[in-house]
């Protein structure tokens, strides 16, 4: 598949299944999310591979995460949360893990892990498998981050589900993107040394 057509037909994956990513395809997905953009070549992101018998564990952490959080929760709600780490035969959780004393803005070493987050995506999508990427409430919470190795301060920004697209593909809907682009034509800067900004002089906009 041309790389466009990947970007293009991207879509979130409904239903996984087995087979998950091998050790081969998992280096790939990691080796892509590694070449995600990063300013200062901090390497903010750490990855967490949940397969197998652990996404038991992982479910159990998910669902004690909704009884704190809710603790009138149902047994089926509970339990539908369990059922949630086997969703796909691999979670990736994508972290950020920011360096509060590099120069660069915390922010951007979050977006950095987002973009390594979204590499993946297409990544398993190139590989023949599908993702969803999900975050919910378990993504801010301190038991889950602490059980998963990670600090209060690192942020989770993915838990990616990842495996083998289980039904018939749907072609992608057309997104529209024209509404969210403006044209800048130079609003708010001064035509020549000392001169106002044009939106100070005809009232324009300035952006
Ligand atoms: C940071 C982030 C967090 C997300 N968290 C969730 C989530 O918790 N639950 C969910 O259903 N979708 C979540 N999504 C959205 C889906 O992954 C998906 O992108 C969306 O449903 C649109 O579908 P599409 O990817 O096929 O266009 C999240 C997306 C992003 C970027």
């Given at each position: 598949?041309?790389?466009?057509?990947?970007?293009?037909?991207?879509?979130?994956?409904?239903?996984?299944?087995?087979?998950?990513?091998?050790?081969?395809?998992?280096?790939?997905?990691?080796?892509?999310?590694?070449?995600?953009?990063?300013?200062?070549?901090?390497?903010p992101?750490?990855?967490?591979?949940?397969?197998?018998?652990?996404?038991?564990?992982?479910?159990?952490?998910?669902?004690?995460?909704?009884?704190?959080?809710?603790?009138?929760?149902?047994?089926?709600?509970?339990?539908?949360?369990?059922?949630?780490?086997?969703?796909?035969?691999?979670?990736?959780?994508?972290?950020a893990?920011c360096?509060?004393?590099?120069?660069?803005p915390q922010i951007e070493q979050i977006l950095s892990a987002g973009?390594?987050?979204?590499?993946?995506?297409?990544?398993?999508?190139?590989?023949?498998?599908?993702?969803?990427?999900?975050?919910?409430?378990?993504?801010?919470?301190?038991?889950?981050?602490?059980?998963?190795?990670?600090?209060?301060?690192?942020c989770?920004v993915?838990?990616?589900?990842?495996?083998?697209?289980?039904?018939?593909?749907?072609?992608?809907?057309?997104?529209?993107?024209?509404?969210?682009?403006?044209?800048?034509?130079?609003?708010?800067?001064?035509?020549?040394?000392?001169?106002?900004?044009?939106?100070?002089?005809?009232?324009?906009?300035?952006?």
């Amino acid at each position: 598949m041309q790389a466009i057509d990947l970007l293009l037909r991207r879509r979130s994956a409904k239903v996984l299944a087995e087979p998950g990513p091998d050790e081969g395809a998992l280096a790939l997905l990691l080796e892509s999310a590694a070449r995600a953009p990063d300013h200062g070549r901090l390497r903010p992101w750490r990855f967490i591979a949940i397969r197998g018998a652990s996404r038991q564990r992982f479910g159990e952490l998910m669902a004690e995460q909704l009884r704190r959080a809710r603790p009138a929760s149902t047994a089926e709600a509970l339990a539908r949360e369990r059922h949630k780490a086997f969703r796909a035969p691999l979670i990736l959780v994508v972290a950020a893990v920011c360096d509060p004393k590099a120069k660069v803005p915390q922010i951007e070493q979050i977006l950095s892990a987002g973009a390594a987050a979204g590499n993946i995506l297409l990544a398993a999508k190139a590989l023949g498998f599908n993702a969803v990427w999900k975050t919910g409430a378990a993504a801010y919470d301190e038991t889950i981050k602490a059980a998963l190795g990670l600090d209060g301060n690192d942020c989770i920004v993915a838990f990616l589900y990842v495996g083998t697209e289980a039904t018939e593909e749907a072609p992608p809907a057309r997104t529209e993107w024209r509404d969210r682009l403006v044209e800048w034509q130079g609003q708010g800067l001064p035509d020549q040394a000392g001169a106002p900004p044009r939106s100070q002089r005809d009232g324009s906009p300035s952006g």
